[in-house]
Antibody, heavy 121, light 108 residues
């Protein structure tokens, strides 16, 4: 069974750093992209970027380039999303999802449960 | 970037009736790579439809998708109590991948 399990909720102060994780199981983790999606309170879904664990190839949405860092460790089947200086506007739920490219991008049918990040003084 | 617009923003309907949700793209969606997701409070999005008209595994046949190019529709043929939720369209054919703002289907 394919599963993506994300790390737990975080409460941080502005300016602090944070790294959240997404661990895959039930499939060949390194051969599928992992994407990250932001959902701000009461708002819609935004793709932030994706990483290919086999070679750490990373793509970012222009809106998030330079704001976050996406990475993966293929040896422990885990992808990461990190911030070096959080802002209150980073308060959101963050989802990871499995992406697959096979002759074209395929639909995103596996998602993690979400990680709530709260940034507040 | 492909911008997706969904209408209406909110749909207030009674159980048993048909729901029709619209998604319009700012440019033609590559390979009809258009998906619909359902999201309930506190849950991750759930894939309903992919390739504009294909139901994902385990999705009831009351959900159907249609359309191509820039205009797409999700139809729920008879609303069940568990269908009241927010629905998002997404184009996954071209990076940056984009989502519509969502349509909330609530109980009238």
């Amino acid at each position: 069974e394919v599963q993506l399990v994300q790390s737990g909720a975080e409460i941080k102060k502005p300016g602090e750093s944070l790294k959240i994780s997404c661990k895959g199981s039930g499939y060949s983790f390194m051969h599928y992209w992992i994407g990250w999606v932001r959902q701000m309170p009461g708002k819609g879904l935004e793709w932030m970027g994706s990483v290919y664990p086999a070679d750490s190839d990373t793509r970012y949405s222009p809106a998030f380039e330079g704001q976050v860092t996406i990475s993966a460790d293929k040896y422990i089947d885990t992808a990461y999303l990190q911030w070096s200086g959080l802002k209150a506007s980073d308060t959101a739920i963050y989802y990871c999802a499995r992406l697959w490219y096979s002759g074209g991008w395929q639909p995103w049918n596996y998602w993690g449960q979400g990680t709530l990040v709260i940034v507040s003084t | 970037e492909v911008v997706l617009t969904q209408s209406p923003g909110t749909l207030s309907l009674s159980p048993g009736v048909r729901a029709t949700l619209s998604c319009r793209a700012s440019q033609s969606v590559s390979r009809s790579s258009l998906a619909w997701y359902q999201q309930k409070p506190g849950q991750a999005p759930r894939l309903l439809i992919y390739g504009a008209s294909n139901r994902a595994t385990g999705i009831p046949d009351r959900f159907s998708g249609s359309g191509s190019g820039t205009d797409f529709t999700l139809t729920i043929s008879g609303l069940e109590p568990e269908d009241f939720a927010v629905y998002y369209c997404q184009q996954y054919g071209t990076s940056p991948f984009t989502f519509g703002p969502g349509t909330k289907v609530d109980i009238k």
